[in-house]
């Protein structure tokens, strides 16, 4: 089963592919999706055609998405919130299901420390998916560790949709 984790974000949303088979964790691909447009209203529809792409071309079974959940500036957070609305849409469209964790959580469910820096969890993610350093930005990595944190709790889930549905 293929989880892709990602980092929303106004100009970089940061991705990372995971194959979880039995317990077993395997690293796929990590990258950034780069937004160059300066317009904010076409940087959305640069989001979608890319992250689109990106959704055909790996055809994940489960995507998990770091939840907005603060902000010191009102403005990025703002921007931020929208492309996780494109993101989101696009998920759904493709019948893709979504966990959503916090940053909090993600950091526990990778290093057990809901405050670990980036490194910490930089660290652990390599070790976890058994792999050298992420060579992209913070971004790609705590796409990871999204991914690691939604493959733990796939069953979970799996069992509160078929309850709900």
């Known amino acids: 089963m293929k989880i892709l984790g990602i980092d929303p974000g106004s100009t970089r949303i940061g991705y990372g ?3 979880k088979s039995g317990g077993e964790l395997k690293f796929l691909k ?3 999706l780069k937004i160059i447009s ?3 209203c076409e940087r959305l529809v640069d989001l979608e055609k890319s992250f689109s792409a990106l959704l055909k071309k790996e055809r994940p079974d489960w995507a998990v998405m770091e939840k907005l959940y603060f902000t010191k500036n009102q403005k990025t957070g703002l921007e931020v919130a ?5 993101l989101t849409l696009l998920i759904t469209k493709s019948k893709i299901p979504l966990m959503e964790f916090t940053p909090l959580e993600i950091k526990q469910g990778v290093t057990g420390y809901g405050m670990a820096d ?8 390599a070790k ?3 792999i050298d350093k992420i060579n992209e930005y913070d971004d790609a990595t705590d796409a990871l560790a999204g991914a ?3 493959s733990s709790n796939i069953n979970f889930h799996q069992h509160i949709t078929k309850k709900v549905v």
Do not use: H, N, Y
């Open 38 to 40: 300066k317009d904010k």
């Open 128 to 130: 976890i998916l058994k």
């Open 82 to 86: 929208q492309s996780r609305g494109v």
């Open 17 to 19: 592919l995971i194959e």
């Open 148 to 150: 690691i944190t939604g």
């Open 118 to 125: 980036k490194k910490s969890v930089a660290r652990m993610v």
């Open 30 to 32: 990590a990258g950034i």
